[in-house]
């Protein structure tokens, strides 16, 4: 199995920040990554798929990037409304899709 | 625009089966693959398992023998049963949409609001 390791596991910012998380997995996954945003009783919300593709609708101030075992989320200038958590998920192997344990980004 | 709505019960009693369905409108179920994800409270997100329009599936192998996947597409509808629960099956479950791109790379790209299940007598 893919484990997929992410860090950290929570982390606190300011508003107008740019903060950076860390997914790795256990071996080469390629590029076949993706990242999600969840807010506290909702469903999570794809945010990037392919490692670096930004998903329609989601803002330019998230960027990822990575290959092989090691990949980061990037949020620029923070906003109010990014503050939530963030999971990684890997779809290299399709019979077993795996996810991060989760990054939870509170406002310092 | 795709909207998927889980709908079951939320409450189920030890070593009995929960069964719910995620109902597809606003686009076919007969393209895609559709899946099941669970989230205990609290806690991280756990992939299930996801199937075709053709019935075939894939199961996560920690809960493949306990998990069946089926599809309706007359209805538009997806379902998961899971025989034998525990507490530790206490969870919100998802049901999304395993979108792919051009390039052959999978992504979940659209949700259910999720519905929540506990497991107790």
């Known amino acids: 199995d893919i484990q997929m390791t992410q860090s950290p596991s929570s982390l606190s910012a300011s508003v107008g920040d740019r903060i950076t998380i860390t997914c790795r997995a256990s071996?080469?996954?390629?590029?076949?990554l993706n990242w999600y945003q969840q807010k506290p009783g909702k469903a999570p919300n794809l945010l990037i798929y392919a490692a670096s593709t930004l998903q329609s609708g989601v803002p330019s101030r998230f960027s990822g990037s990575g290959s092989g075992t090691d990949f980061t989320l990037t949020i620029s200038n923070l906003q109010p409304e990014d503050f939530a958590s963030y999971y990684c998920q890997q779809s290299y192997s399709t019979h077993l899709y795996t996810f991060g344990q989760g990054t939870k980004l509170e406002i310092k | 625009q795709v909207h998927l709505q889980e709908s079951g019960p939320g409450l189920v009693k030890p070593s009995e089966t929960l069964a719910l369905t995620c109902t597809v409108s606003g686009g076919s179920i007969s393209t895609y693959y559709w899946s099941w994800i669970r989230q205990p409270p609290g806690k991280g997100l756990e992939w299930i398992g996801y199937?075709?329009?053709?019935?075939?599936?894939t199961y996560n192998p920690s809960l493949k023998s306990r998990v069946t996947i089926s599809v309706d597409t007359s209805k538009n509808q997806f379902s998961l049963k899971m025989n034998s629960v525990t507490a530790a099956d206490t969870a919100a479950y998802f049901c999304?949409?395993?979108?792919?791109?051009?390039?052959?790379?999978?992504?979940?790209?659209?949700w259910g609001k999720g519905t929540t299940v506990t497991v107790s007598s």
């Open positions: 199937i075709d329009h053709s019935g075939s599936t």
């Open positions: 071996q080469s996954i390629s590029n076949y």
């Open positions: 999304a949409r395993v979108g792919r791109n051009y390039f052959g790379y999978y992504y979940m790209d659209v």
